[in-house]
């Protein structure tokens, strides 16, 4: 049986984090995937209270959390030099990024960021070498300009690996050489992988496989995997992640992949202005964080930060009301 490292245990004693989904495409009213030409300008948060999202965090008993740092519209939180399409060209002109591993840290708590691969904006998007270069060059930024980050989360990668274009994944694609199913060398995923461990060896990387096969590994290497909703439904299946810990590599090679179970407050995973909430109960909350203990992973919770850039009081309100019954809250709260 393949062994955790350090960096793994670490990451595995968090055992609760905030997902944070919040960029343009919550200007944008659209469920999650932004259009990716809609204007910059736009992203205009008129009382962005990162340091609140810290606060709720920790009160909540939460210990790291993961922000959306480039979605898939291509727009990103910090003022990226390889691009204009970010903060730097909004009214806002904060760097989100910065502001957000500022605060969580003052709180104590451990940051790591969202990364997607498939990206709306960028114009040689599908010219593969160069926007893999691209990529490294963002990460790089990312990863030596706002110290160290407990985990890299990528998504996106059915946009060029699925022959569909869409998330959902089919078993046959494997053993068909004419289905056009790819694992990772479009994104030069081997060189940024190693990129990525060269600049901070204790990063551990993510690439989500979506919902239909939560807790499977995408392709190999990964340090992590991620089993994205719980009770997820798919062609009338319940998707149950699969828990195993120890993963055999094409090679033959064992390793040891913990799991992370993500789930949104949202009804997708940004806030829409105006929408209809059926929003979890306390109940659901604190029962998908005994799930995620049970199977000893991490359960990353999403919220969505509304266009004032606050978090919803309904969020707080199950939150804190989550966190009082697993006996986890801080801050003064009960528990």
Request: hydrophobic share 35%; glycine share 8%; net charge negative.
């Amino acid at each position: 049986m393949a062994q955790a490292n350090q960096a793994q245990k670490d990451w595995m004693s968090l055992k609760y984090g905030m997902f944070i989904h919040f960029g343009l495409t919550t200007f944008e009213g659209i469920d999650e995937c932004g259009s990716g030409s809609f204007p910059a300008e736009r992203f205009d948060p008129t009382e962005l209270d990162i340091a609140g999202w810290a606060k709720l965090a920790k009160e909540s008993g939460m210990n790291y959390a993961v922000l959306t740092a480039k979605h898939v519209d291509g727009f990103c939180l910090w003022p990226s030099r390889f691009t204009e399409y970010s903060v730097k060209n909004s009214p806002c002109q904060v760097d989100v990024v910065g502001e957000f591993v500022r605060e969580f840290r003052k709180q104590g708590l451990k940051v790591g960021l969202y990364y997607a691969l498939w990206d709306r904006n960028f114009p040689l998007y599908h010219e593969d070498a160069t926007y893999a270069a691209y990529m490294r060059n963002q990460i790089q930024e990312l990863l030596t300009q706002y110290g160290d980050l407990v985990e890299l989360w990528f998504d996106g990668g059915w946009d060029k690996e699925h022959p569909t274009k869409e998330w959902m994944y089919d078993s046959a694609w494997e053993t068909d050489p004419s289905s056009g199913l790819k694992h990772g060398e479009v994104w030069e995923w081997d060189t940024l992988y190693q990129m990525i461990h060269q600049l901070q060896p204790d990063c551990l990387v993510a690439n989500n496989t979506s919902s239909d096969r939560p807790g499977a590994v995408r392709y190999f290497p990964v340090d992590l995997r991620i089993a994205e909703r719980c009770d997820y439904i798919y062609q009338e299946k319940v998707c149950e992640a699969d828990s195993r810990q120890t993963w055999i590599k094409p090679d033959g090679q064992k390793v040891f992949l913990p799991l992370e179970y993500c789930n949104t407050l949202t009804p997708n995973w940004y806030y829409r202005h105006g929408q209809d909430v059926l929003h979890p109960s306390h109940f659901t909350i604190a029962g998908w964080y005994e799930k995620a203990r049970q199977k000893n992973a991490n359960l990353l919770l999403n919220v969505g930060p509304d266009r004032r850039g606050k978090i919803p009081e309904y969020h707080v309100y199950y939150l804190h009301k989550a966190a009082e019954k697993l006996g986890i809250a801080k801050n003064g709260l009960k528990g």
